[in-house]
């Protein structure tokens, strides 16, 4: 079993709508809780973190954390095809490594 | 924002060469940094974990004897892949987390090694 896992996508959504991208991890010992986007060939950069559960919010991206149910989640509202790219789930355990989801491509089409 | 310059951006080699990378923190100091591979279509997988000054911990499956990381200053961390073969092509990511930081590493740019 994967420690964190994505669904690969892709995940089609119409330039305007919300885009929701989950997330799942094993370890109940983690912490903290990363959204990376990635265009092809780039390096991640991100997006946001996380590291309570409920809802975070920055501008049109809102991470959600369920730790009981160990699950994270990240919407994108207003979807532009410029978000178009592969985002990654990466969740921080107690030993403080990172692990990264398989991603999720999404595509915005105009 | 913190950054964090990797270099060289792509690199071609010839096989059984080495190749240095370089991970700099361009405006903060960085007591870890992490060594990434990404694989085409594939997530990115945790090489090693480097801090300053002392030796760097790789994950299983990972050869230290040829992938040989050296953190040397707050600054600056090299990733050598000795005697290169084919299958080391790859995309190579480095990330810096600053000192007495709660939030995650930065990432630098990646390194896209071919090796022929």
């Known amino acids: 079993q994967k420690e964190v896992e994505q669904n690969s996508g892709p995940l089609s959504v119409p330039e305007g709508a919300i885009a929701s991208l989950n997330c799942t991890y094993s370890?109940?010992?983690?912490?903290?809780f990363f959204w990376y986007r990635q265009y092809s060939g780039k390096s991640p950069e991100l997006i946001m973190f996380?590291?309570?559960?409920g809802d975070k919010e920055d501008g049109r991206f809102t991470a959600q954390l369920n730790k009981a149910s160990q699950y994270v989640s990240l919407l994108i509202r207003d979807s532009q095809p410029s978000d178009s790219a592969t985002y990654l789930c990466?969740?921080?355990?107690?030993?403080?490594?990172?692990?990264f989801g398989g991603g999720t491509r999404l595509m915005v089409k105009p | 924002g913190a950054v964090v310059s990797q270099h060289p951006s792509w690199v071609i080699c010839k096989s059984g060469t080495s190749v240095k990378i370089e991970c700099r923190s361009l405006?903060?100091?960085?007591?870890?940094m992490f060594w990434y591979r990404q694989f085409p279509k594939q997530s990115l997988m945790l090489m090693a974990t480097?801090?300053?000054?002392?030796?760097?911990?790789?994950e299983q499956g990972v050869e230290k004897d040829k992938f040989l990381i050296n953190h040397a200053s707050l600054t600056l961390s090299t990733l050598t892949v000795t005697s290169a073969h084919p299958e080391d092509s790859s995309f190579y990511i480095c990330?810096?987390?600053?000192?007495?930081?709660?939030?995650?590493?930065?990432f630098g740019q990646g390194t896209r090694l071919t090796v022929v």
């Open positions: 990330s810096a987390r600053p000192r007495d930081s709660g939030t995650e590493a930065f």
């Open positions: 370890d109940r010992g983690s912490q903290s």
């Open positions: 996380i590291y309570s559960n």
């Open positions: 990466a969740v921080r355990s107690a030993g403080n490594m990172l692990t």
């Open positions: 405006d903060f100091q960085a007591t870890t």
């Open positions: 480097s801090n300053e000054g002392s030796k760097a911990t790789y």
